[in-house]
Each structure stands twice: as structure tokens, then as C-alpha cells.
């Protein structure tokens, strides 16, 4: 298994920005296709985007126009930059690592959003 381990959460207002990172322990990290979902609250968790290990990006298409997904592969880190933050995009953001049979989970990080 994977270690991922979220930062960067916290209350940021409307319009602001907010940059998510998140730290993989082992050797493999290159390989590993990452991801970052959200679950607001009473809602189901969501996809954000994902980044495959050459960089390639993928974004829910709510949000491909104001969040950009991107590694770091010397430094086992993906981030999420999150700009024009609106009040909906308060959530718990969790970070998702697959490859193969291996799919691990970070315990999130909160955004909160103030209008």
C-alpha cells in the first residue's frame, strides 16, 4: 500500500485560491495514477481530476476551468490548485492513488468556503 497524506486545506473566501498537496511515502510513485475527489457534505464523493504518471490530467468538467492537477515525481507530491474558489466547493478533498490492484486513499483535508 500507499501512504498519502493531505495539506493545504483550510476557510479561504469566495473568489480566492487555495493550493491542495499531497505526500506518497514509497518508490513507486511515478507509476501511480493520482487523484483528488471531494464529498461535500450529505453529498456523494466526486472525482476532481486525476494525473496519470507521465502528467497526462483529466478534470471533472465542473471544474477544468478554475483547478489544475499537477506532480511532482522527484518530490512523491500531487497538488490541486484551486482558483475562483466559489462557496460549492466546500468539501473534504481527498487524495486517490491507483496502479493496478493498488487503490489507496488519504484521510482529506477540509475547504471550507465563505461568501
Known amino acids: 500500500q500507499v501512504q498519502l497524506v493531505e495539506s493545504g486545506g483550510g476557510l479561504v473566501q469566495a473568489g480566492g485560491s487555495l493550493r491542495l498537496s499531497c505526500a506518497a511515502s514509497?518508490?513507486?510513485?511515478?507509476?501511480?495514477?493520482m487523484g483528488w475527489y471531494r464529498q461535500a457534505p450529505g453529498k456523494q464523493r466526486e472525482l476532481v481530476a486525476h494525473?496519470?504518471?507521465?502528467?497526462?490530467?483529466v478534470y471533472a468538467d465542473s471544474m477544468k476551468d478554475r483547478f489544475t492537477i499537477s506532480r511532482d515525481n522527484a518530490k512523491n507530491t500531487v497538488y490541486l490548485q484551486m482558483n475562483s474558489l466559489k462557496p460549492e466547493d466546500t468539501a473534504v478533498y481527498y487524495c486517490?492513488?491507483?496502479?493496478?490492484?493498488?487503490?489507496?486513499w488519504g484521510k482529506g483535508t477540509l475547504v471550507t468556503v465563505s461568501s
Open positions: 486517490n492513488g491507483r496502479l493496478s490492484g493498488l487503490n489507496s
Open positions: 514509497g518508490s513507486i510513485f511515478s507509476f501511480i495514477t
Open positions: 494525473i496519470s504518471g507521465d502528467g497526462s490530467a
